[in-house]
């Protein structure tokens, strides 16, 4: 059994910072990549930013230059520092991962149970 589980939500003003954390537990043999995505109300679920276990890192445009995913793989955990907040960042924010529970499993992707960012005007 795979379990993600964040941390780090909460109530902030536009310009504040905000840092989000993520920790992998369970049976797991091999990581593809740890990300972040984020659901506002109304909205559909979009990626934020995404790591791979070689360091890549991708970011959504609306993101790009004030959040930075990192990452610390001996502790399958995964990290989103998020600066320069908007009131259009308020989302549930929600850790993702592709994995391989053991050798003989496919990558499979699990989610955590998503931890809420607020952003006030």
């Known amino acids: 059994q795979v379990q993600l589980v964040e941390s780090g939500g909460g109530l902030v003003q536009a310009g504040e910072s905000l840092r989000l954390s993520c920790a992998a537990s369970?049976?797991?043999?091999?990581?593809?990549?740890m990300d972040w995505h984020r659901q506002a109300p109304g909205k559909q679920r979009e990626l934020v930013a995404t790591?791979?276990?070689?360091?890549?890192?991708d970011y959504a445009d609306s993101v790009k230059g004030r959040f930075t995913i990192s990452r610390d793989g001996a502790k399958n955990a995964v990290y989103l520092q998020m600066n320069s907040l908007k009131p259009e960042d308020t989302a549930v924010y929600y850790c993702?991962?592709?994995?391989?529970?053991?050798?003989?499993?496919?990558?499979?992707?699990?989610w955590g149970q998503g931890t809420q960012v607020t952003v006030s005007s």
């Open positions: 993702g991962m592709t994995a391989k529970p053991t050798i003989w499993r496919t990558f499979l992707t699990y």
């Open positions: 369970g049976s797991i043999y091999s990581i593809n990549s």
């Open positions: 790591i791979t276990t070689t360091g890549s890192t």
